[in-house]
């Protein structure tokens, strides 16, 4: 009784590494659909809430300071002023006044000055 | 009037507050394929034992132009029944009257069966069917869930309390159920969420169903906030009939004794588990092995299915199982699965019921997405249910048992009464290839032919630490046991637990990590 499951009960298995060794074992939805990591970029302003897009007082080629009013985003019924973090100059803007937005969607690209 | 007229006006105003919202309410609760709420606390309860109170109980709202509303019940049954001749509290909310919405009588009805049911010390149903709170009642409408949620709070480990969930169960009516012990749910039935999916498309412009939301298999799968998944409410009934027979009625008593049985003969115990540690196999084929009349309930099923838990008997009393399950994600603890197992344990513990526990794990999952999920947290979780635990602890070690998650599966350590291994086991510090790449890294840098030495490596530290031996050399394995034996060893040890009593220092209460 060498055979495993998978053979035996015709399961699809697939493999898992841990510390170096190959498990044949199955994989759940979560694990399969995890999203992969990436480092959070400071000059890309993305919302960390969904919400309206009440105003942005910024325009593309416009060069910012730290601080800077970049836009208003409206959600769970507060008006969110949203401010630069860095000094650059306003590479794009993704959205117009009063769109909607979804959580993780990037707003603004900052470039470096 | 006589006595025979006012028992005849009895039998009017009964007749006509049983009949809830009335013909077409029910008509229209049939035709979504639901119960009534009381065909439901009847065929739930064993037959003629449901008796209901408060039949005759109305609102008080005055505002909206409530008082010339009549809810029958206002909107929910309350009784006691038995289940397997168990003594049981019950309320079932009935969406036929006023969408079964919670006002301030209603609750007060819940309550008054909730506080019955924790001075009679027996568990306690609730069958959620409701629209959510009666705006028209307002701030008490508010006050019944508050008082509801302190009462599930009150009761929890003193009482089981089990909620079923069988129809729509929406904002802050979801957090009774959560705070109760076992929530059930039925396919395209249940419905649960804090905020539906016409406040998410207003408020975030995303479109979602109710099902996809918060139907039963999302709980089942997704959330883990519910136990059982049942495909009819026939079939959710049975489950829970099912496991007011495995626990007891509250946290003084112990679960009752049933006939006790042999395991079936076609689960062969030494033919389930492969010898090599990277093969699966389904851990639950193990249990049924060892269990009576290899009967094994499961809980929790569909969500993090990597570690196994649920009810089964040995010589008639019920065993709370934990197990690793090698067919799933090899088996590795991660934030679900130790969040799963650790609520489980403390079930047990709660309720003097003995845990045994089944290992064969390579460690815990490996990932950013779980080290950023919060997986220290959460894992501790487990060495703290287990470390607290107070009843009887067996540990079978089937093979694997490496690193932290050796030490966090019920071992020794954590208080283990009785730790058997098979000689399949392999309790070391981490997997044979991880360990030789350490411990043997300039050897094989420097080798003529790194994989020939690799491979050599790894074989040596095989065959010293790949073991029972060097565990049980120092007490930490009390037995290395052949797999035949494994029913009659367990059977032996919660004999010998029996009386079993542990002295643990004063505290108003532990700090679990939340």
């Known amino acids: 009784m060498e055979k495993s499951d998978c053979e035996d009960k015709k399961i699809r298995c697939k493999s898992l590494f841990i510390d170096g060794t190959k498990y044949r074992t199955t994989l759940n939805k979560k694990y399969e659909k995890r999203k992969p990591w990436s480092k959070l970029e400071k000059n890309k302003i993305i919302s960390v809430i969904p919400g309206t897009i009440l105003k942005i007082y910024v325009t593309e080629g416009q060069c910012v300071k730290k601080g800077d009013n970049l836009i208003v985003l409206e959600a769970m019924k507060m008006l969110n002023l949203i401010k630069s973090p860095l000094e650059g100059i306003i590479k794009s803007i993704k959205l117009k006044e009063g769109e909607k937005v979804s959580k993780g969607k990037l707003m603004i690209e900052i470039g470096y000055t | ?514």
């Not at chain 2, 509250?250 to 093969?279: H, L």
């Not at chain 2, 283990?416 to 098979?422: C, G, N």
């Open chain 2, 1 to 514: 009037m006589g006595l025979k007229r006012k028992i005849l006006e009895l039998h009017k105003k009964r007749e006509k507050a049983l009949k809830g919202g009335g013909d077409k309410a029910i008509e229209k609760q049939t035709a979504m394929g639901k119960m009534t709420a009381r065909e439901r606390v009847i065929s739930l309860c064993d037959p003629d034992s449901f008796h209901e109170y408060d039949l005759f109980v109305e609102h008080e709202a005055r505002d909206f132009d409530m008082d010339k509303k009549i809810l029958h019940g206002d909107g929910v049954i309350i009784g006691t029944g038995t289940i397997y001749g168990a003594p049981v509290c019950l309320f079932a909310q009935d969406f036929t009257v006023a969408g079964g919405s919670l006002g301030m009588m209603h609750a007060r009805k819940i309550t008054k069966i909730m506080d019955h049911a924790l001075k009679m010390k027996v568990p306690l149903i609730g069958i959620n069917d409701s629209g959510g709170a009666r705006i028209q009642e307002g701030v008490n409408s508010l006050a019944g869930y508050g008082e509801i949620f302190f009462r599930n709070t009150l009761s929890s480990g003193v009482i089981p309390q089990i909620s079923v969930i069988l129809g729509p169960c929406a904002g802050g009516a979801v957090y009774s159920p959560a705070l109760t012990d076992y929530v059930f749910v039925v396919d395209k039935i249940s419905k649960m969420f804090i905020t539906g999916p016409e406040v998410i498309r207003t408020v975030l412009g995303e479109e979602i169903s109710m099902e996809d939301l918060g139907g039963a298999r999302v709980h089942s799968e997704i959330t883990g906030n519910a136990h059982f998944f049942a495909k009819s409410e026939a079939e959710c009934f049975e489950q829970i009939k099912k496991l007011i027979s495995f626990i007891p009625w509250n946290n003084t008593k112990k679960a009752r004794k049933f006939e006790p049985k042999e395991p079936k003969p076609e689960y062969k115990i030494s033919e389930i588990v492969p010898g090599d540690p990277r093969q699966p196999y389904d851990v639950r084929d193990v249990i049924k092995a060892v269990v009576d009349d290899s009967d094994f309930f499961e809980i929790q099923e569909l969500w993090a299915a990597n570690i196994v838990i649920g009810y089964g008997r040995m010589n008639g009393d019920t065993i709370g199982f934990v197990a690793n399950q090698p067919l799933v994600l090899a088996g590795v603890l991660d934030v679900d699965s130790s969040d799963k197992a650790a609520r489980f344990i403390r079930y047990c513990n709660a309720f003097n019921i003995p845990i045994i526990t089944l290992v064969d794990l390579p460690g815990y999952l490996p990932g950013i997405d779980q080290e950023h999920a919060g997986v220290i947290r959460h894992g501790a979780k487990l060495l703290y249910a287990y470390s607290e635990a107070t009843v009887p602890k067996m540990t079978v070690i089937l093979r694997k048992a490496y690193g932290g998650g050796y030490i966090a599966m019920s071992s020794r350590h954590l208080r283990a009464d009785f730790v058997f291994a098979w000689p399949t086991a392999e309790i070391a510090v981490m997997g044979p290839e991880g360990a030789a790449n350490i411990i043997f890294r300039k050897e094989i840098m420097e080798a003529e032919d790194p994989d020939k030495m690799r491979k050599q490596k790894v074989k040596e530290y095989k065959d010293k630490f790949a073991n029972p031996y060097v565990a049980a050399a120092r007490g930490y394995v009390d037995s290395v046991i052949e797999p035949e034996e494994t029913r009659k060893l367990l059977l032996h040890a919660i004999e010998v637990s029996d009386n079993k009593s542990v002295f643990l220092p004063q505290k108003k209460h532990g700090i679990p990590p939340f």
